[in-house]
């Protein structure tokens, strides 16, 4: 056993001291970093899913439904939060002034036009899906069903502050017991796609400090 000392003596410690002294190089850089604070966000008007031109006619009016209920609702939600942010909501006339001839994707455009306004972050929303209720609260032939995804992008750059994922189809509590709360929370009632949105806004968005 005394044998492999010297080979563990000569190769492991000075690649261990290295591996320390590395760490200790990078700490500094990393305390240089530093955040600017989020005060000011423009809100980009909610867009449909980029592939929705391939859609029929029936779920291209959906989305669009869907892009103005979800607007409208989150001026309410955004009007209530207790964060001290601004909010600038600007409309789809405002963003294509704004964007003029300059070219990129979505998220390049948003960052484009939250600059203009002088903003620290811009927030955009894709609508996938917005099938309302057919039927009544208390008996449906199918379901509401909504889906979007929102990102929280800084204007100076790629960085996401927040993003995530709202997806739900209204189920019967026979279907799945475990949605009994949720179930009692709406009043044992089917929900129009509406409210479920309103509820995919709140759950969300409650999640990200710049939108509580």
């Known amino acids: 056993m005394n044998r492999n000392l010297p080979f563990f003596s000569n190769f492991f410690l000075p690649a261990i001291l290295l591996l320390l002294t590395s760490c200790g190089a990078i700490e500094p850089e990393q305390e240089q970093v530093t955040t600017n604070p989020i005060k000011t966000i423009t809100v980009f008007p ?57 070219r990129g994707d979505l998220f390049s455009q948003a960052r484009y036009v939250a600059l203009q306004m002088n903003s620290d972050a811009v927030l955009v929303i894709t609508v996938e899906r917005f099938r309302e209720r057919a039927g009544t609260i208390y008996s449906v032939e199918a379901p509401a069903s909504v889906s979007f995804k929102y990102k929280l992008i800084k204007s100076d750059g790629p960085q996401v502050l927040c993003n995530g994922v709202f997806e739900e189809t209204q189920v019967p509590l026979t279907d799945n017991i475990f949605t009994l709360r949720k179930a009692k929370e ?27």
């Not at 001290?84 to 002034?97: A, C, K, L, P, V």
């Not at 009632?189 to 939108?211: D, H, N, Q, S, V």
Request: charged share 20%.
């Open 46 to 102: 909610v867009q449909t899913i980029e592939r929705a031109h391939h859609f029929n006619d029936v779920t291209k009016q959906q989305l669009e439904a869907g892009a103005y209920t979800l607007t409208s609702l989150l001026e309410q939600y955004l009007t209530g939060t207790q964060s001290g942010i601004s909010f600038h909501i600007i409309s789809n006339e405002q963003m294509e002034s704004l964007i003029g001839k300059h």
């Open 186 to 212: 709406r009043g044992f009632k089917w929900i129009t796609a509406e409210a479920l949105a309103r509820e995919g806004i709140k759950i969300k968005f409650e999640a990200c400090p710049y939108l509580k």
